[in-house]
T-cell receptor, first 112, second 114 residues
C-alpha cells in the first residue's frame, strides 16, 4: 500500500462546475497537508496548505483535512479553464527534511 | 525575485553515460531538494541538502548522487544511465529548515535516455 493514494483521473468537467479532489494517507505523523498544482511542462507550485484537521478557504479553493479518517480533499468552486492542471496532494510532517510524499496527481481538465 | 533555475532544461543521453544537472535556488533559500517525476511512479524524492550537508535521501540506487555548494547551488549526478532513468528531474528550494512542505520548484530538467 502506498503511503499516499490519489486517483489519477483524468477528470473532465464543464466550466463552472464544482470539483472535488481527494487523497488518503497512512502515516499518522503527517501534520501539514499541501496541495500543489502543476501545469503542463512546468514544475509544481504550492496552491495551499492546512495544518492538522479542519478547513481552509482561499478564494475558489477549499482544502479539507480529516485526520481521523486520514482523508484530504480539495474543492474548486466555479472551475475555470485556467484550472486545468495536475493537482498533487502532499502531506508532510515529522523529521522529513525536504521530503514530501506526493500522491500520484489528478489530471483535471475544465472545458469551456 | 528570481525563481528556482534548473539547467539544462532538456537533454538526451545514451545508456551507460552519466549526466549532471544543476539547480540554483531562490536567493536566501538554503534547503534544496531533488525529485524524479515519471508517469508511472509520479514524484519521488531523491535527496535534500541544507548548508552543504545531505540530510535526507530517498530510495534510489547509489548511481544517483548530489551535492550542494556554499552558495546553496546544487548539482545532481546520475552515473551509468539506464533507460528507466528517463524522467523529469525537479529541484525545489525552501527557506525553512523545517518541514512545512513549502517547496518552490523549478521547471525541471527533462532527461531522455536512449
Amino acid at each position: 500500500q502506498k503511503e499516499v493514494e490519489q486517483d489519477p483521473g483524468p477528470l473532465s468537467v464543464p466550466e463552472g462546475a464544482i470539483v472535488s479532489l481527494n487523497c488518503t494517507y497512512s502515516n499518522s505523523a503527517f501534520q501539514y497537508f499541501m496541495w500543489y498544482r502543476q501545469y503542463s511542462r512546468k514544475g509544481p507550485e504550492l496552491l495551499m496548505y492546512t495544518y492538522s484537521s479542519g478547513n481552509k478557504e482561499d478564494g475558489r479553493f477549499t482544502a479539507q483535512v480529516d485526520k481521523s479518517s486520514k482523508y484530504i480533499s480539495l474543492f474548486i468552486r466555479d472551475s475555470q479553464p485556467s484550472d486545468s492542471a495536475t493537482y498533487l496532494c502532499a502531506p508532510a510532517g515529522g523529521t522529513s527534511y525536504g521530503k514530501l510524499t506526493f500522491g500520484q496527481g489528478t489530471i483535471l481538465t475544465v472545458h469551456p | 525575485k528570481a525563481g528556482v533555475t534548473q539547467t539544462p532544461r532538456y537533454l538526451i543521453k545514451t545508456r551507460g553515460q552519466q549526466v549532471t544537472l544543476s539547480c540554483s535556488p531562490i536567493s536566501g533559500h538554503r534547503s534544496v531538494s531533488w525529485y524524479q517525476q515519471t508517469p508511472g511512479q509520479g514524484l519521488q524524492f531523491l535527496f535534500e541538502y541544507f548548508s552543504e550537508t545531505q540530510r535526507n535521501k530517498g530510495n534510489f540506487p547509489g548511481r544517483f548522487s548530489g551535492r550542494q555548494f556554499s552558495n546553496s547551488r546544487s548539482e545532481m549526478n546520475v552515473s551509468t544511465l539506464e533507460l528507466g532513468d528517463s524522467a523529469l528531474y525537479l529541484c525545489a528550494s525552501s527557506i525553512l529548515a523545517g518541514d512545512t512542505g513549502e517547496l518552490f520548484f523549478g521547471e525541471g530538467s527533462r532527461l531522455t535516455v536512449l
